[in-house]
């Protein structure tokens, strides 16, 4: 079976604010296998600066500031959590299907670990199982049962993981 295609660039980040592509990669990862995804998908995950970010809340959402995490489905889940969307989701070039993409604020995933007093890279850990869960259909802005199960399944991933939330 061919395996995930994660890809993972940064975009205007300097250097001391690079997150490590090899760990967001393997969240991905992680998220895909427990949520039990089998069919070979494709995630891109973009690491940008704050003005990219902003730019792209801004174009895609209206609000004109910047945040930790977008994410961006291709695939509409419902009810949310992997369902094999069938064969006309796999893009014909690549055999793969496209789950999404995920913008993350490479200066934010540092701030917010300072402030909740964890590492950057479990911070960086919890926006990705966060936003890939989104790519699945799960949310957390409507509904308190939505909200409560996306909150059980990032504490149990992160749990697989080894951290704690």
Same mark, same amino acid.
């Given at each position: 079976m061919q395996k995930h295609k994660i890809y993972t660039r940064h975009s205007k980040v300097m250097p001391e604010y690079r997150l490590q592509i090899h760990k967001i990669k393997e969240c991905v990862r !992680? @998220? *895909?296998? *427990?949520? !039990?995804v089998n069919m070979p998908c494709e995630v891109s995950v973009l690491i940008a600066d704050d003005v990219t970010v902003? +730019? #792209? +809340?801004? &174009?895609?959402? /209206?609000i004109d500031k910047t945040t930790? @995490? *977008?994410s961006?489905?291709?695939l509409e889940f419902s009810p949310p959590g992997w369902i094999e969307?069938?064969? +006309?989701a796999v893009d014909p070039e690549t055999g793969l299907t496209p789950l999404g993409e995920i913008v993350l604020s490479? &200066? #934010?995933?540092r701030l917010q670990a300072k402030?909740? /007093?964890h590492c950057v890279e479990q911070e960086t850990a919890y926006l990705i199982v966060h936003s890939v869960l989104h790519l699945l259909g799960y949310d957390h802005v409507d509904e308190a049962d939505g909200k409560r199960l996306m909150r059980e399944k990032e504490k149990h991933i992160m749990s697989e993981m080894g951290y704690r939330i």
């Amino acid at each position: 079976m061919q395996k995930h295609k994660i890809y993972t660039r940064h975009s205007k980040v300097m250097p001391e604010y690079r997150l490590q592509i090899h760990k967001i990669k393997e969240c991905v990862r !992680k @998220v *895909l296998s *427990l949520e !039990k995804v089998n069919m070979p998908c494709e995630v891109s995950v973009l690491i940008a600066d704050d003005v990219t970010v902003r +730019n #792209i +809340n801004l &174009s895609y959402r /209206g609000i004109d500031k910047t945040t930790d @995490v *977008l994410s961006f489905p291709m695939l509409e889940f419902s009810p949310p959590g992997w369902i094999e969307p069938g064969s +006309n989701a796999v893009d014909p070039e690549t055999g793969l299907t496209p789950l999404g993409e995920i913008v993350l604020s490479a &200066s #934010i995933v540092r701030l917010q670990a300072k402030e909740y /007093g964890h590492c950057v890279e479990q911070e960086t850990a919890y926006l990705i199982v966060h936003s890939v869960l989104h790519l699945l259909g799960y949310d957390h802005v409507d509904e308190a049962d939505g909200k409560r199960l996306m909150r059980e399944k990032e504490k149990h991933i992160m749990s697989e993981m080894g951290y704690r939330i």
